[in-house]
């Protein structure tokens, strides 16, 4: 268990949700149901630094967490996110005047925005991440990928721009690691871009579901800035997006780490954040385990979304398997799985035609009108549909 604040070192930490056994890895879907019910769990206990601010899991173990090949969090599969990650790929292109640029993306993942990036400017990539899965140069040699972590041997990359998306949150000790990508970027020259969830739009919508292992962090724009100058980066600009998910930030090297004082701020609306959340979450739950049970009793249900979120969602409302009939996920690497933690198959939305039900909950609002013409085109007007 982590004792201190991995931002700033305080002890003074307070937790507001506690599960004692969760999944340790949400996006990595089992063959078989008994493997999917034999996966390794671990425990959450989200806590709030009361000097920064900062929320993390003091229950996280790093060597329970095992990213591999079979590692699968991919949203292009969905309209929506592929016109999310091409908008702002051309905004970063134009914005940092990436044409002819060197690109250092860590956690590249799949490889897909790295090369979006790469081709919006005739930029060469290098990609970092050991759950790729390609060959190691694509598009004319143009984009190289390593199945690596970023390590500070990878510094002499000479990267003009660094971008990381959606990693920072899965590292245990994000100083660290934003420490050596400081060390590397030595040009101050050198813009970094980095995007994260952001626990404000958890803590405000009450999702309790938002909530995970493979999360260990949960950022807000003045913790993630907070963290950045603590590492030696002056940070040009934080902003919201993707309907108020995520949250990213621009920055460039700066004063070496410890050179200038760097107080938190926001902490108390932080904190006020999080009490409140206490006091809706247990209404919460009760609210969408009563919405399950009487789906379950009329007609059947089916959750859309077998990302993080939904496999949370079933491991908290139905960890016997007894409720969701089946989950839905467009993602065909997820199809013809199982759930961590409660087995549940994976399914795609076809299954709606042959297999019906009488209620989908979809699991992420920001995908809702996209699914709910799906959902119309292959089972008409007489299901019902919820958005949590």
């Given at each position: 268990?982590?004792?201190?604040?991995?931002?700033?070192?305080?002890?003074?930490?307070?937790?507001?949700?506690?599960?004692?056994?969760?999944?340790?890895?949400?996006?990595?879907?089992?063959?078989?149901?008994?493997?999917?019910?034999?996966?390794?769990?671990?425990?959450?206990?989200?806590?709030?630094?009361?000097?920064?601010?900062?929320?993390?899991?003091?229950?996280?173990?790093?060597?329970?967490?095992?990213?591999?090949?079979?590692?699968?969090?991919?949203?292009?599969?969905?309209?929506?996110?592929?016109?999310?990650?091409?908008?702002?790929?051309?905004?970063?292109?134009?914005?940092?005047?990436?044409?002819?640029?060197?690109?250092?993306?860590?956690?590249?993942?799949?490889?897909?925005?790295?090369?979006?990036?790469?081709?919006?400017?005739?930029?060469?990539?290098?990609?970092?991440?050991?759950?790729?899965?390609?060959?190691?140069?694509?598009?004319?040699?143009?984009?190289?990928?390593?199945?690596?972590?970023?390590?500070?041997?990878?510094?002499?990359?000479?990267?003009?721009?660094?971008?990381?998306?959606?990693?920072?949150?899965?590292?245990?000790?994000?100083?660290?690691?934003?420490?050596?990508?400081?060390?590397?970027?030595?040009?101050?020259?050198?813009?970094?871009?980095?995007?994260?969830?952001?626990?404000?739009?958890?803590?405000?919508?009450?999702?309790?579901?938002?909530?995970?292992?493979e999360h260990c962090n949960y950022f807000n724009a003045q913790t993630l800035g907070f963290a950045f100058r603590r590492a030696g980066f002056e940070v040009a600009r934080t902003q919201a997006a993707f309907e108020g998910q995520y949250l990213w930030l621009e920055a460039r090297p700066g004063p070496p780490p410890g050179a200038v004082e760097v107080a938190p701020t926001g902490v108390a609306e932080s904190l006020a954040r999080i009490?409140?959340?206490?006091?809706?979450?247990?209404?919460?739950?009760?609210?969408?385990?009563?919405?399950?049970?009487?789906?379950?009793?009329?007609?059947?249900?089916?959750?859309?979304?077998?990302?993080?979120?939904?496999?949370?969602?079933?491991?908290?409302?139905?960890?016997?398997?007894?409720?969701?009939?089946?989950?839905?996920?467009?993602?065909?690497?997820?199809?013809?799985?199982?759930?961590?933690?409660?087995?549940?198959?994976?399914?795609?939305?076809?299954?709606?035609?042959?297999?019906?039900?009488?209620?989908?909950?979809?699991?992420?609002?920001?995908?809702?009108?996209?699914?709910?013409?799906?959902?119309?085109?292959?089972?008409?007007?007489?299901?019902?549909?919820?958005?949590?």
């Amino acid at each position: 268990m982590t004792p201190a604040c991995p931002l700033c070192g305080d002890p003074r930490v307070a937790p507001f949700v506690r599960r004692m056994t969760v999944p340790v890895l949400q996006n990595a879907p089992a063959a078989t149901r008994d493997e999917a019910r034999g996966r390794a769990m671990g425990a959450l206990e989200i806590a709030a630094c009361e000097r920064c601010g900062f929320v993390f899991n003091r229950g996280f173990d790093p060597a329970r967490i095992e990213y591999a090949q079979s590692y699968d969090n991919t949203q292009c599969c969905s309209p929506s996110f592929e016109r999310y990650m091409r908008e702002l790929a051309e905004d970063l292109v134009a914005r940092h005047d990436l044409r002819g640029k060197r690109i250092v993306e860590i956690g590249c993942g799949k490889g897909h925005f790295l090369r979006m990036l790469c081709a919006a400017g005739g930029n060469r990539g290098f990609g970092l991440d050991p759950t790729y899965v390609g060959p190691d140069q694509v598009d004319g040699g143009a984009v190289t990928f390593v199945r690596e972590f970023y390590a500070a041997r990878h510094g002499g990359l000479g990267a003009d721009f660094v971008c990381c998306r959606h990693v920072l949150e899965h590292v245990a000790d994000p100083m660290a690691m934003l420490s050596q990508v400081r060390l590397a970027a030595g040009d101050p020259r050198t813009s970094v871009f980095f995007e994260v969830p952001t626990v404000d739009w958890i803590l405000d919508h009450t999702c309790f579901w938002d909530f995970f292992y493979e999360h260990c962090n949960y950022f807000n724009a003045q913790t993630l800035g907070f963290a950045f100058r603590r590492a030696g980066f002056e940070v040009a600009r934080t902003q919201a997006a993707f309907e108020g998910q995520y949250l990213w930030l621009e920055a460039r090297p700066g004063p070496p780490p410890g050179a200038v004082e760097v107080a938190p701020t926001g902490v108390a609306e932080s904190l006020a954040r999080i009490r409140a959340f206490e006091a809706r979450a247990e209404a919460g739950f009760a609210h969408w385990q009563d919405r399950f049970r009487h789906a379950a009793a009329h007609g059947g249900l089916a959750i859309w979304g077998a990302g993080a979120k939904g496999v949370t969602l079933a491991n908290l409302l139905d960890p016997d398997a007894a409720l969701i009939k089946y989950v839905i996920d467009i993602n065909p690497n997820k199809q013809h799985t199982f759930v961590p933690g409660t087995g549940h198959p994976i399914v795609g939305p076809e299954a709606l035609a042959r297999d019906r039900v009488g209620h989908v909950f979809i699991t992420n609002p920001n995908y809702a009108g996209e699914i709910r013409a799906t959902i119309g085109a292959l089972a008409g007007g007489d299901l019902v549909i919820d958005c949590l």
